[in-house]
């Protein structure tokens, strides 16, 4: 035990003054740039040279190679990337405790490598926090850069959920529910369409808008496929899922095991739309990192951490109240869309019938927090309390009906009741509470190796498809069904 706390007090030591340097670093550049300064940056036709390649030598296996730690990593996720194990990595570095979450970024370490062949580009695009909707975007006024643009976008209007949305408020839409960096879909959307800074607007291309022929037709619609595929990309590759990508020729790119998930997310993503040179391109320093540096800066003078070194999760209780049974009706599945992260389990009360039916139960407070946001059956709660769900822990409920649900601004205790479980609110086909967390706007997958969603406990185990799955508490096991059969009952003891 006592070599133990001393590895744990050197890994602080070292945080610390990794902090420190950090500090130091170039000043933080403004969230975007004045609009004299915009100029269209439509890319232009790439050489026959920009097709990506490694440049790391051959590894003999095992060998030991210098890594520093990004946001997010974890020795799990290492192993994965690197093809070793995460005790070899303990070898490898003393000084890290076994019983480590994340590690802290820039923290050097030393990594076996077991090399393989046709590594991808080393290049990364931008930093995790240019991708997440969090702190990077504090200082960041979407609606002020929309009008400083002199393209045809910032005049987009669409309706969705039955409202009418200008154009920030579509991105913000998007932004908010897929936790997705506006400035990230912007400079996609300028690097595919020259929409930010063309005035002139092709109606007949914009039924798919991004390039995607299917049936999402039409530019919001277009935005809401693009935003699920890129989550999908990201948290593939931050859960190890991911480590390869298959290219429409059949060609076989593995992933460069220093690469970032947002780099990964970008790749995967224009390895569907392009091939040879054009995606070479495209994840080279002269695509999309251009456009999104012409138009927000460098994201890499920014602060570029999401997820701190030695992350925690609070302390949760389940969202019902003690001395009720609710039903486990839903396994770890996308907190939001269709795709990955798989961050969300569902909770059902007991109902006299099946399907949407009002119920006088509520959803409660999984812990103290502020009202950061409510919408279309959404309730955001921002356990940091200072009232902004891009920074710290947050809880995304889902389905919660909006008679007699808590206001934006309203202080609750764990316990608190937040609102009925109910149909509102995206696709249900009963009445349910979706659950879901994120941190500083990066959502955590609920059954983490590292950072599973433990409520009284309760620990989900992922299922072969989304919506199965187990919660566990030590020798009790609940499985998840839509039917809210027996095997599904859980009893909240708060």
């Known amino acids: 035990m006592k070599n133990r706390n001393n590895k744990s007090l050197l890994l602080t030591i070292y945080t610390i003054i990794v902090i420190i340097i950090t500090g130091c670093g170039p000043k933080r550049e403004s969230g975007y740039i004045l609009p004299e300064t915009l100029t269209a940056v439509t890319s232009p036709?790439?050489?026959?040279?920009?097709?990506?390649a490694s440049k790391r030598p051959v590894y003999e296996p095992g060998t030991l190679v210098d890594y520093i730690a990004q946001s997010g990593d974890s020795l799990d996720l290492l192993s994965v990337r690197f093809g070793c194990s995460p005790q070899e990595i303990l070898w490898a570095n003393p000084q890290i405790p076994e019983d480590v979450t994340t590690l802290p970024p820039g923290f050097p370490m030393k990594m076996p490598i077991y090399y393989k062949e046709f590594w991808g580009t080393e290049y990364q695009i931008i930093p995790d926090a240019a991708f997440v909707y969090g702190p990077d975007l504090l200082d960041f006024d979407l609606k002020a850069f929309l009008q400083s643009t002199p393209g045809w976008f910032k005049s987009y209007r669409a309706i969705i959920n039955e409202k009418h949305l200008d154009a920030a408020g579509v991105i913000t839409y998007y932004a908010e529910n897929f936790s997705l960096n506006p400035k990230m879909l912007l400079a996609l959307i300028e690097y595919q369409t020259g929409a930010l800074?063309?005035?002139?607007?092709?109606?007949?291309?914009?039924?798919?808008f991004l390039g995607f022929k299917n049936n999402h037709r039409g530019v919001h619609l277009q935005i809401s496929y693009v935003a699920d595929l890129l989550n999908d990309g990201f948290y593939r590759y931050f859960n190890g899922e991911l480590t390869s990508i298959e290219h429409s020729n059949g060609t076989i790119e593995n992933i460069d095991p220093w690469q970032n998930s947002a780099t990964v997310a970008l790749q995967n993503y224009f390895s569907i739309l392009y091939d040879g040179d054009k995606y070479g391109h495209a994840i080279g320093p002269e695509g999309y990192a251009k456009t999104f540096k012409s138009l927000f800066g460098d994201p890499w003078r920014r602060n570029t951490t999401v997820l701190p070194g030695s992350l925690i999760q609070p302390v949760l209780i389940l969202p019902f109240n003690a001395g009720t049974v609710w039903a486990y009706t839903g396994g770890p599945h996308s907190g939001w869309g269709k795709l990955k992260p798989w961050s969300?389990?569902?909770?059902?009360?007991?109902?006299?019938?099946?399907?949407?039916?009002?119920?006088?139960?509520?959803?409660?407070?999984?812990?103290?927090?502020?009202?950061a946001r409510t919408d279309s059956g959404t309730v955001i709660l921002d356990l940091d309390g200072d009232g902004d769900e891009r920074t710290g822990w947050v809880i995304f409920y889902l389905h919660l009906a909006e008679e007699g649900r808590v206001k934006v601004g309203q202080e609750v205790k764990q316990g608190d009741p937040l609102g009925r479980p109910s149909c509102e609110g995206g696709t249900a086909t009963g009445t349910h509470a979706h659950i879901a967390r994120k941190n500083n706007g990066q959502w955590i997958p609920a059954a983490s190796s590292i950072l599973p969603f433990?409520?009284?406990?309760?620990?989900?185990?992922e299922g072969e498809q989304a919506y199965q799955g187990l919660l566990v508490k030590g020798s009790q096991v609940v499985r998840a069904s839509t039917l809210s059969d027996v095997k599904s009952m859980i009893p909240a003891q708060n």
Request: charged share 15%; with cysteine.
């Open 45 to 52: 036709t790439p050489e026959a040279t920009s097709t990506p």
């Open 197 to 208: 800074t063309n005035p002139v607007r092709n109606t007949e291309q914009e039924g798919f």
């Open 344 to 371: 969300a389990i569902d909770f059902a009360p007991p109902t006299d019938s099946q399907g949407c039916v009002r119920t006088e139960q509520f959803a409660v407070a999984v812990a103290d927090g502020v009202v």
């Open 454 to 461: 433990v409520m009284n406990g309760w620990i989900p185990v």
